[in-house]
């Protein structure tokens, strides 16, 4: 058995209660700094934002050869004492007794200790993780991950594997890639999925609650910061359910999955808070602990009228919210969360149930400060002959909805499920001004590296 001291995470050796020890760390080198007498070594493990230094001297075997010739980049592995540091702003640093090259670094890598434009990262996103920001991403997105996972677990719901292909248009209008030579093998046309809704419905009326979390795509041709081909959504469904209960659940989503975001990833939301977008803590803490305003869109309409904002949209009845009047309501006009509802019928997917004034659906979007909607959602169809006029209304074909009008003809009961982008989710919590740089590999018009 190796007498080498065990291997620990930065994480963990900052958390310790008291210095001591002998410790051994692996990790790359944000900075090396070599003194006259001593090399200065800051080792990030990815385990957490903070990194943690090494001090080396000269009476190092391998100093020379090894030590002295160390610079950003490289993969070290370092054995030595922890101590409590005489440095600012670090706790403990490590006096090496040994200190090992793993991996080296040409002399054209291309992350020096100075600050990178997004833009250029994007086209290095092979190494952009190792950054501060990216990192802090990668940790957040994590935590979000896990917090959705175990928000739907205590309350019962069953994860869902929804198919990617799919023969169906969830949305009724989303614009969806074309798989090439899917009518050879699968002897019909099929595309890639914009939702996983559709079979989580089919789910939810055998086991009641159910979510999907997975990838979906997206064809629109759009540049903007805010969309992306392939994305995260999470989707879950609910039976014996209407838009009350629906609003009430997805309430409780935000801000437990927010909360988690605020107490586990602390050191990276400070990060966010300091370097990215200034108020970002305070703007999620006031999502969580907001009482969130609920008004229809009919309601919402007249607000937006009144206003005497000068909108690039213009606003009247039965136009769909842009995200100009989305933030209005959310920032200035309410200053906390919004829930709007009851959209008009002709701007809403045909599987949204239908009321009795045959103008508006049980629809609802969730507005935050920042970013405007953040979640939609919707208590679903169940009655056939509503269903069935709504599919045709839409220009689809009911013969290719069989299986979902069949839902309703078997047993059908009140349901209602939300659908949330990932991406959107995260891009609001770290405050990242642009979605691809919340996701580890972007797909948009015109590139798909990596």
């Not at 994590?142 to 959705?148: D, E, K, P, T």
């Not at 909805?401 to 891009?427: C, I, K, M, N, T």
Request: with cysteine; aromatic share 10%; glycine share 8%.
């Amino acid at each position: 058995m190796s007498d080498a001291a065990p291997v620990a995470r930065v994480s963990e050796l900052l958390a310790r209660p008291s210095a001591g020890g002998a410790v051994r760390v692996r990790g790359w080198l944000r900075t090396a700094r070599h003194a006259k007498n001593l090399s200065f070594l800051e080792i990030s493990d990815g385990s957490c934002f903070a990194t943690i230094q090494a001090v080396a001297s000269p009476e190092l075997d391998h100093y020379e050869s090894v030590v002295a010739g160390l610079g950003t980049g490289c993969a070290v592995e370092v054995e030595g004492e922890l101590v409590e540091s005489p440095g600012k702003g670090q706790r403990y640093e490590l006096h090496a007794t040994r200190v090992e090259l793993v991996g080296g670094v040409d002399d054209d890598y291309p992350l020096q200790k100075k600050r990178h434009s997004f833009e250029y990262l994007r086209t290095i996103a092979h190494l952009r993780p190792r950054t501060n920001t990216f990192g802090a991403v990668l940790r957040v997105r994590h935590a979000a991950a896990r917090a959705i996972h175990d928000f739907f677990d205590e309350r019962g719901f069953v994860l869902l594997q929804s198919p990617i292909i799919t023969t169906s248009d969830a949305e009724g209008a989303g614009e969806m890639f074309a798989i090439e030579g899917a009518e050879d093998f699968f002897g019909r046309e099929a595309r890639l999925t914009v939702s996983g809704q559709l079979e989580a419905e089919m789910v939810a009326l055998a086991l009641e609650r159910v979510y999907t979390f997975g990838p979906t795509f997206r064809a629109e041709n759009s540049n903007t910061s805010r969309h992306l081909a392939e994305f995260w959504m999470i989707e879950p469904e609910v039976a014996f359910c209407e838009l009350d209960g629906l609003v009430e659940l997805t309430v409780d989503f935000l801000r437990f999955v927010l909360r988690r975001i605020l107490d586990e990833r602390g050191d990276d939301m400070a990060f966010f808070d300091q370097r990215i977008d200034k108020g970002v803590i305070e703007r999620l803490e006031h999502v969580v602990d907001a009482d969130f305003e609920r008004l229809t869109y009919t309601d919402a309409i007249s607000l937006l009228e009144q206003s005497g904002q000068s909108f690039e949209h213009s606003v009247s009845w039965g136009m769909d919210l842009q995200s100009e009047h989305e933030r209005y309501l959310a920032e200035e006009k309410i200053g906390r969360p919004v829930v709007v509802t009851d959209y008009p019928a002709a701007v809403k997917a045909f599987y949204m149930y239908l009321n009795d004034d045959e103008r508006t659906v049980r629809a609802m979007d969730v507005l935050v400060p920042r970013v405007g909607e953040i979640v939609g959602g919707a208590q679903r169809e169940h009655r056939v002959d509503v269903l069935r006029r709504r599919i045709l209304e839409a220009g689809l074909s009911d013969e290719e909805y069989w299986w979902y009008l069949d839902l309703r003809r078997y047993g059908s009961v009140p349901h209602a499920g939300f659908g949330l982008g990932f991406e959107r989710l995260v891009q609001f919590a770290t405050g990242m001004a642009n979605i691809r740089d919340v996701i580890p590999f972007p797909r948009v018009p015109g590139y798909a590296e990596f």
